[in-house]
């Protein structure tokens, strides 16, 4: 037998000796019995980590895995969170979940929670993409929220997002505070089961046409769709939450000759026609291109299973679809919205827009061109919904986004919202249709202009207890042992935000960061390179993003210089492998 840590035993009799029901005893009595406790291990060697955004793991009986009791004991250590914020308050929360195996089931146990503690829930009748949460919270005036949900990770998992009441992912100070409030739910039998139906008020469909009026505010060029309302657009929500409501701002904004995957159409959790639910991976989108081929489509959208990310693919010119980046998608649109702002004479020094610290620097440099500013914030669009509600009555926000295919447009939601974006994107596709040019016609013009910016991203996986170690291994030797060049080229700049430090290679000089803290490593190259390693929040992942770029003479050398940027990253991946 397996020699196991004593603690991780003791860990798991506890479970069982409390008050959980009878299948789940069986499932840890059978993990105990096993001769191999691998999985025992991974079970209970640690409590799911209620980090800054919630609660994400594989579903599973035990301390380490989304469950009804991990889902109960966050929801109780939330609800004492609001009790003690607003007391004497009467408290409403939102709660809706997307398609993935026991959501209903997870979303009715933190609904239940809620009202035992008598908290009023504000409940989606059906699942509803992300966005629809935060919309409702600010509309309904919820003092927060929850969205059950992986977003695109593989089937077994689930999660838990956490929402404030101004609509965004909980922020400081509230996610340290409430993140030692479910600290202290140690037991399930902490949790306050008695639930109150009473206190329970469904969201009913018709809700969808307040969310979507908002959508349809954002749109700059009614009459070039109006030219194009019959351009073939292809649509799936690979089995997620967004098959009634990215065609429904489709068709708000004009759009008439929409065509939907039939068998991504309906909701799944197991997801059973792609290997990932991720829109960023184009195997999860061959079905739409496909379709996309037969129908002459002018564009293809995705989203992922909860409805906050969009993927767009356009023709190549040979018959096929180019999938465009999160970079490039977030490029064009910030292009397209301050071109047409500036044509309606809305840009008068009050504006700005938001990036993120691992996302194209071409959209500070587009925003530069513009004169708007663009602030720079962590990964998370909590920290774009913090910055807009700081200069909230002050600076009107336009659009922020991140290079991982998240988009928001205006701020009547706090979050990523894959309607808005999708709607929007097909307002350019459209626009400059009129004009005779095609999305890379518009992509070169802006690489003319600002610069040819090329980006890619790896993510390496570690499963388990020793994958995580790995990783903060792999991060501590980046910090102990600065690399002085990478792939041949000289490191300039290394930006520590963990520790917030700048260092200054080239004049040896050591500075202070102003950003909140968080595990990220960035490298500065002396040819303009930059590379970002961050550990994943909710799962053991570490993620590299590669950003290059060149100045581009003219339209004819855009693929020579497209394979010498493509050479350089190729170079820094190896590097980084």
Not at 100 to 124: E, P
Not at 190 to 204: C, H, Q
Not at 256 to 268: M, R, S
Request: net charge negative.
């Amino acid at each position: 037998m397996t020699n196991t840590d004593p603690m991780i035993i003791a860990k798991a009799e506890s479970w069982l000796n409390s008050n959980i029901d009878a299948k789940s005893k069986s499932d840890i009595q059978a993990l105990l019995a096993s001769p191999d406790h691998t999985e025992l291990i991974d079970s209970f060697y640690r409590d799911l980590e209620f980090g800054t955004g919630g609660l994400r793991g594989v579903m599973g009986v035990g301390s380490n895995r989304m469950n009804v009791y991990t889902i109960a004991m966050a929801t109780q250590g939330l609800a004492n969170y609001l009790l003690k914020c607003f007391p004497g308050e009467v408290i409403s929360v939102a709660i809706t979940h997307d398609c993935r195996i026991n959501n209903t089931l997870f979303a009715d146990t933190t609904a239940n929670v809620f009202t035992a503690n008598g908290i009023k829930v504000k409940y989606y009748r059906e699942m509803r993409p992300t966005p629809m949460l935060s919309f409702a919270i600010r509309h309904f005036g919820c003092k927060s929220g929850v969205m059950v949900t992986a977003s695109h990770n593989p089937k077994e998992y689930n999660g838990y997002k956490a929402y404030w009441s101004d609509g965004g992912q909980v922020v400081a100070p509230h996610d340290v505070n409430i993140i030692a409030e479910v600290q202290k739910i140690t037991s399930v039998d902490d949790v306050n089961w008695n639930k109150n139906d009473a206190l329970i008020e469904f969201i009913e469909t018709d809700f969808d046409f307040v969310y979507l009026n908002e959508v349809k505010k954002m749109s700059l060029s009614p009459n070039e769709i109006m030219l194009q309302k019959d351009m073939p657009i292809v649509f799936s929500p690979i089995h997620g939450a967004s098959g009634k409501t990215v065609p429904a701002a489709l068709k708000i904004y004009g759009f008439e000759n929409i065509h939907i995957v039939k068998e991504q159409a309906e909701p799944d959790g197991n997801f059973p026609t792609v290997i990932y639910p991720n829109p960023e991976e184009k195997e999860a989108l061959n079905m739409a291109i496909e379709l996309g081929k037969k129908v002459n489509a002018e564009l293809v959208l995705a989203c992922d299973p909860d409805g906050d990310r969009y993927a767009a693919c356009v023709p190549d010119g040979n018959g096929g679809f180019e999938l465009l980046n999160g970079n490039q998608g977030g490029s064009l649109i910030t292009y397209y919205l301050l071109s047409k702002w500036r044509e309606h004479g809305k840009l008068t020094g009050d504006q700005f827009m938001v990036n993120t610290i691992v996302t194209t620097e071409l959209i500070n440099e587009i925003c530069a061109g513009f004169n708007v500013i663009c602030y720079n914030v962590l990964t998370g669009f909590k920290n774009i919904a913090a910055i807009i509600k700081e200069l909230e009555g002050k600076k009107q926000f336009i659009a922020g986004g991140e290079e991982s295919y998240g988009y928001m447009v205006g701020d009547f939601v706090r979050d990523k919202d894959a309607n808005s974006a999708a709607a929007i994107f097909a307002e350019l596709v459209a626009y400059y249709k009129t004009k005779g040019q095609s999305v890379q016609d518009v992509l070169a013009e802006i690489y003319m202009e600002y610069g040819f910016y090329k980006e890619h991203l790896i993510s390496v996986t570690k499963k388990g207890k020793d994958g995580a170690e790995q990783i903060q291994a792999l991060m501590a030797g980046y910090r102990n042992d600065k690399p002085s060049e990478i792939n041949g080229v000289k490191v300039v700049k290394i930006v520590d935000v963990k520790e917030s430090k700048v260092f200054d290679l080239k004049n040896n000089t050591e500075s202070v960061l102003e950003m909140d803290k968080s595990n990220v490593i960035q490298f500065y190259l002396e040819d303009g390179s930059k590379i970002s390693a961050r550990p994943s929040g909710t799962e053991p992942k570490i993620k590299y993003y590669f950003s290059v770029n060149e100045k581009l003479p003219n339209r004819d050398a855009y693929r020579a210089v497209e394979e010498s940027l493509d050479k350089k990253i190729q170079g820094l991946m190896t590097f980084f492998s």
